[in-house]
């Protein structure tokens, strides 16, 4: 039986593979779990720009450090003990599912292995989403593409197109509320977006029409071959990388 991570893994520590690319490549990158507030903390050195982080190598696109009250914990080029997330996220407090964490900043990336960390899937959302009932969201919108594309998008990444109702679920429990670009401010804002939904009419391929949500409720239909280009999120369940 697997110990709980806030006391298994309170002195985690992290071994280190360096990806060199510049003179000023972020490196030395390091993770420990604060035994105290099972918190998972990022270290790393050189730091240029945004630092972000992630759960796979292809797919860093989350600045660390979301809270402004947490952003204190990089400066001179150096970051120190930075949470992942903002509060209450499970990034937060959960370690990565393939025990390993990805750096990336304005030069270079860096891989952190995590000691002493059993890989498998943690009933938690990656960094790059939250929580929308017993599933994830993207944190932030996806930029606009064609109705297929934005299906083999998700696909690509392990996830679906969110549904309708999903999206009606965000819109309603204000997922990510204040923030720019995330689900509750998109929908309230009337931005349009691709949904997975679709139907057909008599004797028509069942993708013959995908429906569109336009936030506040409002519902359109196009056909999904006729074009058009929208924003997106994808959706997954607990414990998707």
Known sequence: MMKSPI?????????????????TAVDRCSVKQDKKTGNVLVSAQNVSGTLRVGYRADWI????????????????????????????????????????????????????TIKR????????????????????IDRFVNTGLEWVDAVNACH????????????HTCDATNVGSGTPLTCASYTDNGGTLWTLTSFAGDGQNVFSYTVRYGGDNIMSVQSSTSGGIYDFFCCSALGTP
């Open 117 to 136: 960390c059993v890989a498998g899937l943690r009933p938690a959302c990656p960094p790059d989403m939250e929580r929308l009932g017993s599933g994830c």
């Open 7 to 23: 006391g298994a893994a309170a002195a985690i520590v992290a071994t280190i593979l360096i990806v060199p690319s510049a003179a």
């Open 156 to 167: 690509d990444r392990g996830r679906s197109l969110c549904s309708v109702e999903q999206l």
């Open 61 to 112: 696109v989350t600045p660390i450090s979301l809270d402004a009250s947490d952003q204190a914990c990089i400066a001179n080029g150096t970051a120190k003990d930075c949470v992942i997330g903002t509060q209450g996220a499970d990034s937060r407090t959960t370690l990565p599912p393939a025990c390993e964490l990805y750096l990336e900043d304005a030069e270079s990336t860096c891989t952190a």
